[in-house]
């Protein structure tokens, strides 16, 4: 496609539910992100993938939260038993760079999790 | 850690007026500092970037220069329009990752 893709774009669930979050990167980038973005919090760091490793799991904020690439191209972040703390909006980047950090990143629309 | 501070929003302005987003940051080094824009509805996308002091980026009429000297990267535009009511976001690059400030949410009204 042209751009990044996600999917759902809203998601509510029942508190203590799984979800899956869907990420299409744009074709033949390498780099992909996840970042969470709260009201007032800004942009969150989840994850970097490189191809389909995580060299940098740093930023998931527990274990409930996972997340996997396959083929080096689509994404999925995984929120098990999940709580009302984690209602945000999950954005999804990607970039062509093979090495170091991306600088210009592109973004899809994300997905907006809301947790009752 | 690397972190990007910006000035709490919403910023309200007509339509004509002279924006400021104000931004500092904190990392070691001299980072690449970036503006990102998200328009309603849309993903954030690049607007301009800065990768050594003194340099100036500039796009679509916003401009924001790297001062090493105050750790700042301030978005500036003369004369704002109703198309660039978003939010922005300012972000410097890290060791593996952009780290981005809080956002600033941009209103302009005809």
């Known amino acids: 496609g042209a751009g990044v893709s996600q999917s759902p774009s809203n998601k509510v669930t029942e508190k203590g539910k799984d979800v899956e979050l869907r990420c299409d990167p744009i074709?033949?980038?390498?780099?992909l992100y996840w970042y969470r973005q709260s009201l007032g919090q800004g942009l969150e760091f989840l994850i970097y993938f490189q191809g389909n490793s995580a060299p940098d799991k740093s930023g998931l904020p527990s274990d409930r939260f996972s997340a996997e690439r396959t083929g080096g191209s689509v994404s999925t972040l995984t929120i098990q038993r999940t709580q009302q703390e984690d209602s945000a909006v999950y954005l999804c980047?990607?970039?062509?760079?093979?090495?170091?950090?991306?600088?210009?990143?592109?973004f899809g629309s994300g997905t907006q999790l809301s947790v009752l | 850690g690397d972190s990007v501070t910006q000035m709490e929003g919403p910023v309200t302005l007509s339509e004509e007026a002279f924006l400021t987003i104000n931004c500092t940051y904190t990392?070691?080094?001299?980072?690449?500092l970036f503006w990102y824009v998200q328009y309603p509805g849309e993903g954030l996308q690049l607007l301009l970037k800065a990768t050594k002091a003194d340099d100036k980026g500039s796009n679509k009429g916003f401009e924001a220069t790297y001062r090493k000297e105050t750790t700042s990267f301030h978005l500036e535009k003369g004369s704002v329009q109703v198309s660039d009511s978003a939010v922005y976001f300012c972000?410097?690059?890290?060791?593996?990752?952009?780290?981005f400030g809080a956002g600033t949410i941009l209103r302009v009204k005809s």
């Open positions: 990392a070691t080094g001299y980072p690449s």
């Open positions: 972000a410097l690059r890290g060791p593996d990752k952009l780290v």
């Open positions: 074709s033949g980038h390498t780099a």
């Open positions: 980047a990607s970039s062509t760079t093979t090495g170091g950090v991306a600088e210009k990143l592109f």
